[in-house]
């Protein structure tokens, strides 16, 4: 069954290379929002699997840790599995302090941790295609 994905912060090609990226590996739907009162309205009225939340804000810069916080103390979204993107350790460490999964950069898009990590909250896309 497809899952759904919520995008929050991204400018429009980090935005279409993430939802490349997540369409052509898993069987997903890719939702977007930009900052904190549309994602909620956004989580409020979707059921939502995963939440990729981008670490700076596109639309103003701001720390999107703040939206992981807000999504983590309300009580009808703190169980949905969310994941910071950024390229850096210590502010994947920051966010999963903050209730996050560990996430990813936009750097990593191809590596195997990459996929492992999204393995455990989305499915493969099914293939007919047979590599040997």
Known sequence: MKKTVLDV???????AALSQMLTRRYDVHVLRTHALQDTLETLKATPVDLVLINRKLDIDYSDGVE???VIKQQPSTRSIPVMIITNYAEHQESAVRAG??????KL???ELATHQRLEKFLDAQQTNNMSG
Not at 9 to 15: E, F, S
Not at 100 to 105: D, L, M, Q, T
């Open 100 to 105: 996050a999964e560990y996430g990813f950069g």
């Open 9 to 15: 912060g991204n400018c429009d090609p980090d935005h």
């Open 108 to 110: 990593q898009y191809g």
């Open 67 to 69: 939206i992981l916080k």
